[in-house]
């Protein structure tokens, strides 16, 4: 264990209590396996009351296969998915989407981690031209890599020009509970109701064990999708321990207070680093990450005492991230050593 | 939750309480992710206990993803894979060996579920000609899909004819704890001084919530796995909680009190049935599987109380697995629905 | 060049003067590539005559790309394939089909080298199984790799059965002008009034120098080809030349009277050897093969004058192969060798 | 075929009469299938003249055909490629790069088609970090897509830093003629003596009928590419009038001489555009290729009597290829006919 909170990821956190009670509950004589068994059944009740009566969901193991599975399914490999330049899909998932989709990947710059319309109107050019991957699937991710928020009128306006272009749009929400409590709006208005065609549903980085959800708008997208699942190698066998997380997530607002108590900590973080003339905030901070310039000494001197990342080292630039675990008295904490570090 | 113990699979069992206690343990403040972490690091140490210095290993989520991750990696997609007609890999995971790895799988008839270097000759004649995949593993499953296992004789046998014609040897080790039980032997005796090159070292049906474990024999082959693990898909974030199931798991001799225990289950209920003249078990019992002809009416009758599977509709042959939950009052009153059935 | 006729293949065969000259031919200025272009077009033309108003062709390469670009087109990858373990989509692709397309392949015993619905009842058990590969394209070979060729009502009675079951039929017909001459009718007899569903058109056994056609037997069947073809290097830049062969094959009957020579040849070489006791002929002479079971000493001798395949070793068993170009007079010199070689 | 030259693109133009010669002076009589004859044998002891003694050639259809393959054979799926944002395996191929490698592409800026090892530094980040794909092949383009050129001492500088960093470097050279001609060197002088590990050789867009050539320049590189040919569905049957046309290509140099009458008609058709006060030469003329500027009108104007493709719609931008075809008196009247458009 690390000695002091971690402000790397939202996933050195560990498994919330209510969460790991879940498990323990769910480990009560045996069940079918593979996902046939009434714990299972409760978390897919559970998800359409949040996304739709249409909706489909299927748990996985991790954000990387949410992502690559959904992507999979709804794509030829001679489509082109087209994303942010910051995007997971493109960035740190090493290659999995180009094997497993064997499609192209049309990245945008996107300086504040939110790509538009505007930047996709060239690609449409390479339509019908047999030498040019087509373009299929728009993919944003919610909240951002930069901890921004797309606001639900900008997600409708992306999935109305997808839509209207023989696309779909594909939301890769390892952090959609952030977002949404950002934006203080249902996954109902912010999902449902734009437009959106599929989900990654994150889990993991708001406080469970492991495990995300591809959630499928519309029933007519999710089928056969079981079969990409087992064959991309996605399918638990003791898919109860799974379901039985997100019930715990999906109940009580868990994922909510989870949520904002990680945003209202990086809120807290960066009212209080904006005090140092030194450092100066890059992004909004709209969910639980703050992402900062600082001199380079400060950063290596901090660095021995806390665990975070560089995000950008030409530029000096840093990410904290907040999670459910992290306390105000955290905050205090790393406040106090970063008011050191930059001495 | 079923109502009474299922006969239909391992992994329909619950988690073991050790390897529960293990998870609650690891629960205590942030770690880093994707296994740097100080649970991982002593898992690791373990695993080279088991399996040797020189042997390297990566966790992964599942069986299926340990068998494909460790094939894909040893293999470009003109090889070929050869195996039982009855192995996982050929049989039960939706294509995902073909479309991971592009390599075509040969497969050989397996009444027994073992495999002989006999049978591979005839694709030895592939070798150099152009037009064919090229053979490069041997993939034998250990203990088998229908619960014999090979003696390390066999193994050695095997491994000799991989390495005398360039071609490495994996063993799909799902239930290698109960192999190893069975043969009473070290893994030490029966992977690495056999000259086995890799392994799928099986978790999720010896009693852990979920984790499966690549092991390379050898350092060398293991070089850039990592790549392929993340790229497949299969790498946890928050890995201590695998890492810390298989401390539990291979701690105290768990592993092997599971396996021996579940092995014991199947010998008592071989060793009830066999009274009944209606059932004949088709094969040996040497782990903790047990299959039966028995009369098509006594299985629907059967099912109504209890969950397994039919093996083989058309020879109205039943498997009944048994795990380390399986208690000899499971087996007295599985028993006794039995005789009722038969009735 | 070999100094005598090769009997190991058609595609030892030279160029058909006639396609030649059409090559020549359309050696004439400038022409836009990639199938843009007004020879490329009568091409087409040609083979909607042929195949129907509703067909769609696209020229390719070579068979492997005809039969690896339609499977792939017409699949996701956890489908599977069924076919003859005799067929060159198992046999002799290297795992084209297995790496390009990610499904599994099934293959069916086939004795005289053709497969019958029978044999693909018990894969219907899969469908809709999670843990299996869907089945999802039949392909036969017409003619099949042992020169053996299926009735139209046979054909039909396949394209039934994958139609009822959600699949499709197609066929490799590297020698499907054999197949035609041999049967006596036209392709839309054989093809398209039988409910054939996409077809590899061979050409490059049939006297061309390059080239075989992807014809799909409904227009909604093709949509999006173009991309696959493309993306699977199978796009020719100068067409013409492609499309230049075709018009000469099926113009003046050429694609017949090629197939109908190569027919006899091979009808009249198993006329002459079936006098000799020593060797017995091992599939019905249909089309344009001669497979024969001859004395070992005997093989060796007449492959020192002649250039021939042993099929199988341990039968002792050879195929013989006629083309347009084999002359009666190649035939005569072949059968002294080979009563010569008897001795 | 177009009434007028095509300035669209080197494979507009016909088979060069020497190459069609050689065609037909290869058909006579039966030969070998598969490269297993004595003009393949021919032809690559030619290429080795060329290339060097530890050189290994390789024939196949097209030019993404010899891209994919020689790239998919030196990578695996978790690996990076390098290359120019204008390279025909990014921009060109459909996707086939990253369907059949699985690898993914980092494009770089590239304003006159060439790249510089600046620009790669920032990749090396990415070494052994598991989330990223690890570079290994830098691919450039010689001649590049915009006609220009990289001299010797640029290709060795890439190759060194190549090297340096476990990667290697391949050339696609499409067009390797013409730069050949361009910078008056051999090709063991621009191929060998710098450095490169891989290239695509270039025969259709320098007057054959069709064929490419994956040249490994060491032996070692070239170890079981046999088979990536085969399953990638590029090898040919008839492979004698693939290799004949390479005999006539690499004999008497006419490789040579319509490189550098091509080159020479579009120095000559530069010279004489410049003369235009409306128009403006983007690239340096230093192959085939002419980029210009012009104003929109006289674009469409000029397409009516000409065939030429559009470059750059928004910078007004068009590109002209001349070819071995291409005489003075096409110039004249090209350049007539823009002088009309102009008006």
């Known amino acids: 264990m690390l000695k002091s909170r971690s402000f790397a990821s939202d996933n050195n956190a560990p498994i919330h209590p209510e969460v790991l009670a879940a498990i323990t509950n769910a480990n009560n004589g045996d069940a079918i396996a593979y996902g046939d068994d009434a714990i299972t059944q409760q978390a897919e009740l559970l998800f359409k009351q949040h996304f739709g009566e249409d909706s489909e969901v299927f748990f996985v193991f991790n954000g990387t296969g949410a992502n690559v599975t959904a992507l999979a399914h709804l794509t ?38 939110k790509i538009s319309v505007e930047q996709m109107l060239p690609l449409l050019h390479s339509v019908g031209f047999q030498h040019h991957s087509q373009p299929k699937i728009i993919s944003i991710t919610q909240a951002t890599e930069l901890g921004t928020v797309y606001s639900c009128n900008e997600i409708k306006e992306i999935a109305d020009f997808a839509h209207n272009h023989d696309m779909l749009l594909h939301i890769d929400g390892a952090r959609i509970a952030n977002a949404a409590a950002a934006l203080n709006v249902s996954f109902k208005e912010m999902i449902l109701q734009t437009g959106v065609d ?93 992402f900062a310039n600082m001199p380079k000494h400060a950063i290596e001197k901090l660095q021995s005492n806390y665990f975070f990342y560089v995000w950008d080292n030409e530029r000096s630039e840093v990410r904290w991230m907040t999670s459910f675990a992290t306390t105000p008295q955290d905050i205090d904490n790393f406040v106090d050593a970063l008011r050191e570090a930059l001495r």
Not at 84 to 103: L, R, S, V, Y
């Open 76 to 113: 030829k490999s001679y489509h082109a998915l087209i994303c942010a330049e910051t995007a997971h899909i493109w960035h740190d998932e090493c290659g999995a989407p180009e094997k497993f989709t064997g499609c192209k990947l049309h990245t945008l710059a996107a300086p504040n981690g």
């Open 198 to 290: 599929v989900i990654s549903f994150g889990g993991t980085k708001n406080g469970i064990l492991l495990g995300e959800a591809v959630v499928f708008l519309r029933k007519e997208l999710a089928k056969d999708f079981q079969f990409v699942r087992k064959q991309s190698m996605q399918l638990a066998s003791k898919m109860r321990y799974i379901s039985a997380q997100f019930i715990a997530l999906l109940s009580n607002d868990l994922w909510l207070r989870n949520a904002q108590h990680a945003n209202e900590m990086a809120r807290l973080l960066a009212e209080k680093v904006q005090n140092f003339p030194e450092i100066s905030i890059t992004q909004k901070v709209q969910t639980n990450g703050v």
